[in-house]
């Protein structure tokens, strides 16, 4: 059984940075993409960025420039640098694994969340 950890969330000013981590253990036959979401209060959970195996990554408009994902296969890990955080950027960040646990069995991971608020 895959299980997910977050790490890195709190509390920071705006203009500010964090850097959120992801660490999987437990194996997967293979992995098709890691991820970041996030949900704010009375909103739905959004996807903020991700990196596909062989697809590259992919970033919400609302954070494109500012956020950056990166992945450790060797260390099943994945990272989120924000920088330029703003207000609205508060949230539950989520990670996010999706893969294969045989040739056709496929399966979605989440980690337990972070919150992330930015603040004055």
């Known amino acids: 059984q895959v299980q997910l950890v977050e790490s890195g969330g709190g509390l920071v000013q705006p203009g500010g940075s964090l850097r959120l981590s992801c660490t999987a253990s437990g194996s997967i036959f293979r992995i098709v993409a890691m991820g970041w979401y996030r949900q704010a209060p009375g909103k739905e959970r959004e996807l903020v960025a991700s990196i596909s195996v062989g697809h590259g990554t992919d970033y919400a408009d609302s954070v494109r420039g500012r956020f950056t994902i990166s992945n450790d296969i060797g260390m099943n890990a994945w990272y989120l640098q924000m920088n330029r955080l703003k207000p609205e950027d508060s949230a539950v960040y989520y990670c996010?694994?999706?893969?294969?646990?045989?040739?056709?069995?496929?399966?979605?991971?989440w980690g337990q969340g972070t919150h992330v608020t930015v603040s004055s």
């Open positions: 996010n694994l999706r893969g294969y646990v045989d040739y056709t069995t496929h399966q979605e991971y």
